[in-house]
């Protein structure tokens, strides 16, 4: 079964920085894609907090991730340990994801933001 992650923020290939760039550069582009919920501008870069009653949708890119060592690279990037949940930065989790091409569902990973969110940050979608 194939790999899928919809990304929002800098792990999308025109948002990637150079830490991360050459990984990004073997993600597959699929479509873009869309989940209810809220995204909140921290500065260097987007947290999304996925619900699924929101009434805004998060735009990011759905992509193939070619194989679990990637993957691995995209956790320790995200600071998502699957062994420590509770201190990840970000959580890995499975969201159902609309592509704007078709509008078919599509299951995916996703990094959601673990950490507080304050009133005072600007939401951006």
């Known amino acids: 079964m194939a790999i899928k992650l919809f990304a929002y923020g800098t792990i999308r290939k025109s948002h990637?920085?150079?830490e991360i760039a050459?990984?990004?550069r073997c993600l597959r582009l699929l479509g873009k894609g869309t989940?209810?919920?809220k995204?909140?501008?921290l500065g260097d870069y987007p947290a999304a907090i996925f619900e699924p009653q929101a009434s805004t949708l998060i735009e990011g890119n759905v992509y193939e991730v070619p194989n679990v060592?990637?993957?691995n690279?995209?956790?320790a990037y995200e600071e998502f340990d699957p062994r420590n949940p509770a201190d990840s930065l970000f959580i890995r989790k499975r969201r159902?994801?609309?592509l704007i091409k078709n509008g078919e569902e599509t299951l995916c990973w996703v990094y959601?933001?673990?950490?507080?969110i304050s009133r005072e940050l600007e939401t951006v979608a």
């Open 112 to 116: 959601e933001y673990n950490g507080p």
């Open 73 to 75: 690279k995209l956790d």
């Open 35 to 37: 989940v209810r919920g």
């Open 96 to 98: 159902k994801v609309r």
């Open 16 to 18: 990637a920085p150079s």
């Open 39 to 41: 995204l909140y501008d």
């Open 22 to 24: 050459d990984a990004v």
């Open 69 to 71: 060592t990637l993957l």
